[in-house]
């Protein structure tokens, strides 16, 4: 497949000799994760030249703070993506896990330690119900998360109706917010980092995640190769809710307040942020440190544009570009790249046979 070629490794052969690295250094600077990064550098810049108060530390904590429930969703939704499928109802298992543990809190008289811990449980079987559709009955995920996406909603607003809780312990509700000592890195930014290496590791070194991407390339032939489908997606599924559920305590402790619409319309973020970062949304293709960086760009772009006063329509707008952009130009960029490896190939098979390159005759 044409889109392969923008995450191909190189060949044994050319990779043990000097033009061989070569060739995989201009591999990487022209790969998309290069052109996400390098997008990512410029709108700081301006953004630091241009925004008044960008560029400091108070909106460094608040910026990366936004960034915290984006990115830990998109850990899982990049395996998810990468294995053909896609979960929608992310920000309502969000809203309904915040929304649970507003109403233990408020009537149950449980520790918050452990209405965290049943939350968390809550996130996995919602994730669960998802699997349990896309690989117990071979439904679309696209069509399951649809549904999944309204009812998970409508069962917020059941718990808890139009009522927020809001008198949580103000030691719980400041932790999640505080700064590591001396910078202005919030100390949530360490689970995402250990999160991240964990399904990095996963993802990239294990055969696991190249399980993944066979999965997403072609599922049938994954099963033909002893590769469980079924299986690895529903717990990707349940992976997906638990984090959700992470992500629920999270938005709760940091607003100080459970609702109904807590976190309404975060899916849209995500998935923007995953295909921005070179996630194929047809699967096979993608990789997690491009997913961090677009989480980045468009966390950036949407602080700058909030701190110039841009109306929060524009805002929706720039989103949405930003998702039909993010499903063109990998595509657009991996095909490019894969034309010309071709007239590569045919030029220097036309060199290897042209008389100019054949020995001359003895004698």
């Known amino acids: 497949m044409a889109h392969d070629s923008l995450y191909a490794a190189p060949p044994v052969a050319e990779a043990e000799t000097g033009p061989g690295r070569l060739a995989n250094l201009r591999g990487l600077l022209g790969s998309w994760d290069a052109v996400i990064v390098a997008a990512l550098v410029a709108v700081v810049l301006v953004a630091s030249l241009a925004v008044e108060n960008f560029a400091t530390g108070r909106n460094a904590q608040f910026l990366l703070l936004d960034l915290v429930p984006m990115a830990l969703i998109a850990l899982p939704m990049t395996l998810i993506v ?24 408020l009537s149950s008289g449980l520790s918050l330690e452990l209405i965290c811990v049943l939350v968390v449980v809550l996130g996995a079987v919602l994730g669960a119900v998802n699997g349990l559709f896309v690989t117990g009955f071979g439904l679309p995920s696209l069509a399951v998360t649809i549904g999944t996406l309204a009812l998970y909603r409508g ?18 509700t400041a932790a999640v917010v505080r700064n590591i000592p001396g910078t202005p890195i919030p100390v949530m930014v360490v689970p995402l980092l250990l999160l991240a290496v964990i399904f990095g590791v996963v993802l990239h070194a294990t055969g696991a995640g190249r399980a993944l991407y066979a999965m997403g390339n072609n599922d049938q032939a994954a099963t033909f190769t002893g590769v469980s489908v079924a299986r690895t997606k529903f717990w990707l599924f349940v992976a997906s809710g638990a984090v959700c559920g992470l992500v629920g305590i999270f938005w709760t402790l940091r607003y100080a307040s459970a609702r109904g619409d807590n976190a309404t319309g975060l899916e849209l973020t995500v998935v923007t942020a995953v295909l921005l970062g070179g996630v194929s949304i047809f699967g096979g293709r993608g990789a997690l440190l491009g997913v961090l960086a677009g989480v980045l760009l468009l966390g950036v772009l949407r602080n700058s544009l909030q701190l110039a006063d841009v109306d929060a329509n524009a805002l929706t707008i720039v989103t949405g570009t930003l998702l039909i952009a993010s499903v063109v130009l990998p595509n657009a960029v991996a095909d490019l790249r894969a034309r010309l490896h071709r007239r590569r190939q045919r030029y220097r098979r036309r060199s290897v046979t042209s008389p100019a390159s054949q020995p001359p005759p003895e004698g």
């Open 82 to 105: 990468i294995t053909g499928e896609i979960d929608l109802s992310v920000a309502s298992m969000v809203g309904l896990c915040s929304t649970l543990m507003g109403q233990l809190w």
């Open 155 to 172: 069962l917020s607003f059941v718990v808890l109706g139009d009522q927020a809780v809001a008198d949580f312990p103000a030691d719980w």
